[in-house]
Each structure stands twice: as C-alpha cells, then as structure tokens.
C-alpha cells in the first residue's frame, strides 16, 4: 500500500472516524485506524463497538490531492498516528507500508517507521439492508438530539435509560429520554416518510453523531436492523448497536393539566438559577425552593447552604396564574432542561408541590416538553 | 462598612489580587479575600504566606464607579464571593456588612447573604522600607521572568534550586535558574541604578509577578529586605518571601570553549524536537540522538521506542563547524529552552558528548544563556 494525500484533509476525515476510536477499549485492534486505500479512494475505519465510523476520501476529489499509488489495507495505532500527522513538516505527507507490516510516513525531510497491524484482523462492521430506511433534514434531526440526549440516564443500573427512545409511525417521530428524576420529549411531522421504526440508541452514539451534524450537511439517511442502526452522512457511515429491551411507557407521565401557570425568558431565569445554585451547591441537598404568590404577582427563587449564606431574588416574568405555591427542586436539571429550550420563552406549569411540572416553549406547546421532578424537602 | 462599584472593574483588581488566594492553604483565613473601605478607596488584599497582593481601587477614578458610604473593613471567602460578583445580574453591585459579620450583597433584584470574618484576623502584611529600592523597565523584567524561570527546579529536594537567582552588582542585573539538569541565565544593563542587591526568590512568586505584568505596565519598582520583596506595580503591591540559603555557584558550570557550532532557527528546532519526542515520550528513556557529521554538512535527528517505531529527520541549519558529534539528551529541556529562545536564529555549542552544551541568540550572545547536560546512553 502506498498513498500521498494532503495532511489538513486527511485530518479533517480522521476527526471524524476519531470519534468511536477510544484509548480505553479492552480490544486492542481497537485502539487503532484501519485505512484501505483501492483506485477509488482511501477508507478510514474506527470503531469502539458500540459506535463503529466508516468514511472515504475518493481520489478524485479536488481538494484531498489524494494519490493512490499501490492499493492495500493496513491498521496503525489512531492516537500516535494522528499525533505524527499533525506535526508533519509540510502540507503532503506518504504513506507506505513494507515489509512486516511497517509503515513509512514521510513528509519533508522527516521520516518516521511505525509498527502496523494485520488489517484483516479488524472487525467486520454490520451489514444493514436498505429495507427499512429514511431521511432526515440535519438541522432538524440535531436539534432533536440535543433536546432529548439531555435527559439520558447516566447510570447503568436501569441501562435502557441510557438510551433514546425514537419511534416513528403515521408520518411522526417521537424522541424521548428520562433518567427517572426529568424527560424530555421532542416530536416532529415528517413529510413524505411511510416507514414505521422503534429503537432505543445509546445517548452516547447520538451525542457523538450530532457532533457530526454541522452547518455543512443537509441531510442523514437512516436505516435500521435489528440491534443495529446505520446513519449515512455523505461519505461517512456512523453504525451504533441498539439497546436491547422494553422502554418504560412515558406517556402517563406527563401531566395534562396544571394548576399553577408562569411565563418566563429562558436565559433570565437560567441566569437566576445559576446564582441560586451557587448556594444550593455548597449545601448538602442540592435543592432550591420557588415561591409564587399569585395575588402579589411576585415569584421568589431561594438558595440556602448552612454554613455560607443564604440568596433571595425576584424573579421577573411574562404571565402567572392559578394558584400560590412553594415547590423544591433540583436545580442542575432546571439548568439542564433550560439549556435545551435556548432563547425562547416558556411556559412552566405546576401541579402540586410534590407532583412533576413541565417546561414547553410558549411559541410551540406540542412538540418539545420537558418534565422534572420535585424534590420533597420537609 | 458599605460600598459600591462597578463589578467588572471590581472583577479585574479582584482578579489580581486572586493570584495570591490558594484554596489549598491549611490556614482557613487566608482562603479568604480582605476588604477595607475607606474614604480613599477599597482596598483588596489576598495571601498565601508566600506571596501577598494588596491592590488599591481609588474611589476619586472614573472608570470603577466606587462610591464608598460607610468605611469599614471584612473577610469574604474569596472563591465563593468571585463566583457570585461574575453571576450577577447588573453592572454594579453593592456590599454591606451588617450584624454578626454578614455581608449583603445586592445587585438588582438579586440579593446574597454570606458570612465574612473579622479582618482583624487577616495577616499583617511586612513592612519594608524603601532603603534598598530600583526600578526596572515592566516589558524587559517580564522577559526576564520569562526566560529564567523555566529552568527552576519543580522538586523540593533542594528547595534553593526552586527559585531564580538574581543580583545586582555595578549596574548589571544577572538572572540565573538551574534544576542541576538544565540553567538558564540572564543578563541586563541596569541604568542609572546604583543600588546592590542579592536575593533568591521562589519561581512561583516570578511566575505569578509575569502574569501581572500586561502590556500596559511600564515600570515596576522593586524593594528588597531580608527575607521579603515588594513589587509595587502601579496601585498593586506584591509581597514575595525570598528563600534562605546559598544558591550555588553557577558560574563556574557555563562552558568557555566549544568543539562543534550550528546555528538553527529556534521555531524549526523546536518543530522537529517535538516530532522526534512523539517517539521518546513512548520509550523508558525519554532520549532522542543528535549525529552531526561536519564533512557531509548533516545534522540529523533520531527518536525511537521499541513498542512503535522510530523517527528519523534532517535538521535544516545556517552554519556548522567543528568536529562530528553523536550526542543524546532528553527533548523536553530542549523544548522548554527553545520556547525560550522564541523566533530568534540560535547557535548551539557543544565540547563532548558528555558534557553540558549550550544555546544562545545568534544576535546577542552575551545576555542569554542556556545550558543542557545530555544523557548518557551507553
């Protein structure tokens, strides 16, 4: 095997397959980048097992400068190469590979030997049948993820929680996400799509892909298998596997009516509660209390730690009504939730002190809510 | 005590004053900011016993709109209190000490309470008369802190070797730092000073002393006693304790003669160094090999680790003359020295194998120095 490419373009493709490459992997051909290089291009591979990324860089490109110059296949240790790659000398480098498997990278008057692996020792990565398989706008799909991603379980005690449920049927997709303390659901129209999906995928495999979903990229082919699920990105394949089992029916978890209604700025009250918790945190709870008192139109949000003080604001906003109330609550997942819901203003409705509230925001009620539980402080 | 001002002026003296606050310390006062309220001005003080900054913020100045009401003194818990000025919500804030040492600090209609200590509990900070006294040009001492302290030692084995080495003699300043394996020494024409000094002071104190010394510093004026100096910079006073004890003659360690000359280019030095180190960072040596071999006009640059694989690189040069050399040494010092060095064209001088060699500015040899002890491989 022996290519040229120009070294930004070949980094910016290795960033991508990078990403399910971990040094962590108990699987030691794992740590590595498989590159096969054929007369229509060089294919980058890395995977983790859970998260496998395949991209191509074809040689007619125009701005890779790509040279095939003897087709061949080999895998080199992906954090060192990378390494090497980025402190090359000039803007080419080659790479050959000789005998026993060493690879000769040299750019200017540097040369660096370094030891590879058997290519055809690297794992077979899914095949996935074009059966059951849709597009996605990129834009929307990312705002989807980062929407609902929020609210995965961290834990892998309940390690179905960790996941996304997606489901897709009669033209609509619904994601949602709940680690049992808050949720979080988005759902949009799609036009035009007929097939029908449910999977739940790991929060961490969305996290990744969004990561991919910049300005650049229109659109995301989607096709799922079994336990696994293929997004096509141009010239880049992300595989995830599925999480395997029932996720819990979240619908009767959403309350449908409220008793206490208030109509915030997302940015200003996530600013309050960023001070709030500037106290909560040093404080063995965690947790700050809201007033609301109706008649005298006045929302009051507390921070309190024993040992170092305590904080008091008035809260500003748009609309109150219904009944007065004092609720408690955690408040990183207000945090969390508010981050999700950007610059708009939001509707936060209230049951009882005990029962979950909701965040919507205002200018769309029914396609993005978020739930958080209260916590009991007396 | 009550006052208020404008949080980000507020913010920038507190900022500097914070570079003397260790939440580490194991004396509970000084994790705490000092702050006295007078009809003069608001005055910040932090300490770590080690270094101590007390900042003056005038209340006649236009730009930090500090109106003193009541004057007063307290001590807030500096970290805590910093993270609550930055999240406020308005341009100004106001504080005022109330009953039992709390301090309200309000700022729209955000409100905190937190508990201070008396400040009569904080520290005297020395006294040092203005007996032994210099001033120095801001930007040439800020090199020199630059391009010495680099070469201290990080061990406390021997606590002499963890500060810089300065005196002052005839109207000449010498700056020197050695760790035993590398030195960096340098020296300036004082004019017009006539005062003699010698002192030792902690790398750290010089570390942090540079950061202060932005480029709307001019002149920094120095006073020396016998185990303190004080660094007035404009209405910022910094306190270092010097360290006791007799640094070791260096002089006698900076090689005369040499056998072999080459003059590089620092930031292409450094480039390949940094290439060669990706290898020997993996290695159990740390080593890379430098062969130059006058007669065919090569310098060439080797690094190397078992597991992955070796480097090899022709090093571009000016000049070279003397005799061939094979010389080994670890590339980190080199690294550290070529930072040092900066864009600068250097000459590189060597005697043996074995023994130290040194880098200068091509430019200026006479004022900069620095010395690395290769490592022996066979």
């Not at 219904?322 to 819901?341: H, R």
């Amino acid at each position: 095997m022996k290519f040229s490419i120009n070294r930004s373009s070949f980094l910016k493709t290795f960033g991508d397959v990078s990403r399910a490459i971990s040094s962590k992997t108990t699987i030691p051909v794992l740590t590595g980048l498989k590159m096969v290089a054929t007369t229509a291009g060089l294919t980058l591979t890395g995977s983790d097992a859970d998260i496998s990324i395949e991209a191509m860089i074809p040689e007619d490109s125009e701005d890779n400068t790509l040279t095939v110059e003897e087709p061949g296949a080999i895998i080199l240790p992906a954090r060192f190469f990378g390494e090497i790659v980025k402190r090359l000398p000039e803007d080419n480098m080659t790479v050959a590979i000789g005998e026993n498997l060493q690879a000769t990278i040299t750019s200017g008057a540097s040369e660096f030997t370094i030891n590879g692996l058997d290519a055809a020792t690297y794992p077979q990565l899914p095949e996935i049948s074009s059966d059951r398989s849709l597009k996605l706008n990129a834009d929307i799909f990312h705002q989807i993820i980062g929407q609902t991603v929020i609210a995965v379980s961290t834990q892998e005690s309940r390690p179905i929680l960790t996941g996304v449920h997606i489901s897709i049927q009669n033209g609509t997709l619904v994601a949602v996400a709940t680690d049992s303390h808050r949720l979080a659901q988005r759902s949009i129209d799609l036009e035009g799509v007929n097939t029908d999906a449910d999977f739940i995928i790991p929060g961490r495999s969305l996290t990744e892909l969004g990561r991919m979903l910049t300005d650049d990229v229109a659109e995301v082919e989607l096709r799922i298998a079994d336990n696994q699920v293929l997004f096509t990105i141009g010239q880049t394949a992300f595989y995830s596997r599925l999480l395997d089992g029932n996720y819990p029916d979240t619908t009767r978890l959403i309350p449908t009516t409220s008793n206490t209604r208030i109509e915030f700025s997302a940015p200003a009250l996530l600013a309050a509660i960023n001070r709030a918790s500037l106290l909560s945190h040093e404080g063995r709870n965690n947790v700050v209390r809201l007033n609301i008192e109706v008649g005298a139109g006045r929302a009051t949000l507390f921070g309190n730690s024993p040992e170092i003080g305590n904080v008091e604001e008035q809260l500003s906003f748009n609309k109150l009504e219904g009944d007065d109330l004092e609720i408690s609550f955690n408040p990183d997942y207000m945090k969390v939730a508010l981050q999700g819901l950007g610059q708009s203003t939001i509707e936060v409705a209230f049951t009882a002190p005990l029962r979950p509230f909701t965040l919507v925001p205002s200018e769309d009620k029914e396609h993005y809510i978020q739930l958080i539980t209260p916590v009991r402080t007396f």
